[in-house]
C-alpha cells in the first residue's frame, strides 16, 4: 500500500497552527519562535517531509506538461484577462493549466501551493494575495524555488524573491492619466484607491503624485481616498464632494470607476465638464456606462501570454542556466466620454 505523502496541512494539523507557520518554521523565518521551528522541523525530518519535496524536484525532469496558475481574485475582470493569455500560450504549447484563487489570502495561497506542488505540476504562474503582501510573509514562494520548481510573478510581484516577473509600468499608467487631467485643464485632481496596500496601489499613487508635483500643483492628502472595510467608497467619495472643489478624479480599478461615476451624476455633476474621470483597467463595465470611462489600459491578455511565454521556456530549458528577467508592460490610455479632449 502506497504510503500517504506528508503535506504541509498535516503537520499544521499535528501543531494546531497554520500553514504559513509551517511553512516559515521549515523555511527557518526568524519570525517563528525556535521551541515552535524545532518541534516543526524534527515533525517534518522524522515524517520525510523535505525527503517527499526533494522528490518533486528530481522528478520535474519528467515534464508533466501542467502548470499552476494562483489568482487573487477571478471577479477582477484584468486577471480574467490575464488567464485568458496564460491559457492561449498555454494550449498552443500543449500544457495544460490547473487553476486556483487565493482570495486575497496568505492561508489559501500557501495552501494553493501546496495542493499544486503534490500534483507535480512543471511550474508556477501567480499573483500574489493582499494578504500576503500586506504581512510580507513570501516564504513559500522561497520554498517551491527552493525546490526547483520555476516561478513567474506576475502584476503584484515582490523585490524580495528572485524569480522571473511581468509587471505592468503601473507607475507611469497613473503618471500618464494625471498628465492628461492637467492637460485638459484640471487642477484639483482626487485619486480613490481600494488597493493603496498593494505594491501596485503604491506605485500608482506614487506616479499620481510624481505628475501633480512636476506640474507645481500641492499634494492635498484630503484629494486621495483610501478604501476599505472600515472606509467604504460611497462614504468617502460623497464626504469629498460635499467638502473640496473636485475636477478631476483617477480611480485605481474599474469597479470604483464605476462608482465614482454614478456618485459624481448623483450629486448633479456633469462627465467630463464638471469632473473628469479616468480607471484603471480596459474592462467591459467602463464602455458600457453612460458616458462610457477613459481608462489607462493594461494589456493584460498580452501580460498573460508573456508569462506563460516564459515560464514555459523555463521549462522547456530547465539544464540552461539563465538569469531571471522582468518584463515591464507599457500602458495606454483609451479615451473616452468621461474625459475633456485637449486635442
Known sequence: ??????????????????????SKALNDSYE????????????????QYKSNSNSLTTERHKNTKTIGVIIPNMLNHFFTKVFVGIEKIATEKGYNIITCISNESLEKEVAAMELLKNSDLDGFILSIAEETQVKKNFSHFQN????????????????????????????????????????????????????????????????????????????DEDL??????????????????????????????EDSAVSTLKMALSKGYKVPEDISIIGFTNGILPRHVTPSITTVSQHSIYLGEAAAKILIDKIENENIETSYTTKVIKTNLIERESTKRFH
Open 1 to 22: 500500500m502506497k504510503k500517504k505523502r506528508i503535506t504541509l496541512k498535516d503537520i499544521a494539523k499535528k501543531f494546531n497552527v497554520s500553514i504559513a507557520t509551517v
Open 224 to 253: 486621495i481616498l483610501k478604501v476599505d472595510e472600515f472606509n467604504d467608497i460611497h462614504t468617502l467619495l460623497k464626504i469629498l464632494l460635499d467638502s473640496k472643489k473636485v475636477d478631476a478624479i483617477l480611480c485605481l480599478e
Open 144 to 219: 517551491a524555488i527552493n525546490q526547483g520548481i520555476p516561478i513567474v510573478m506576475i502584476d503584484r510581484v515582490t523585490d524580495e524573491i528572485e524569480c522571473d516577473k511581468v509587471i505592468v509600468n503601473d507607475e507611469e499608467g497613473a503618471y500618464n492619466a494625471v498628465n492628461y487631467f492637467i492637460k485638459t485643464g484640471c487642477k484639483n485632481i482626487a485619486i480613490v484607491s481600494n488597493i493603496y496596500q498593494l505594491s501596485v496601489g503604491k506605485l500608482r499613487l506614487k506616479g499620481y503624485k510624481k505628475a501633480l508635483t512636476e506640474a507645481g500643483i500641492l499634494i
Open 32 to 47: 517563528i519562535s525556535n521551541s515552535t521551528k524545532s518541534m516543526i522541523q524534527e515533525y517534518a525530518k522524522e515524517l
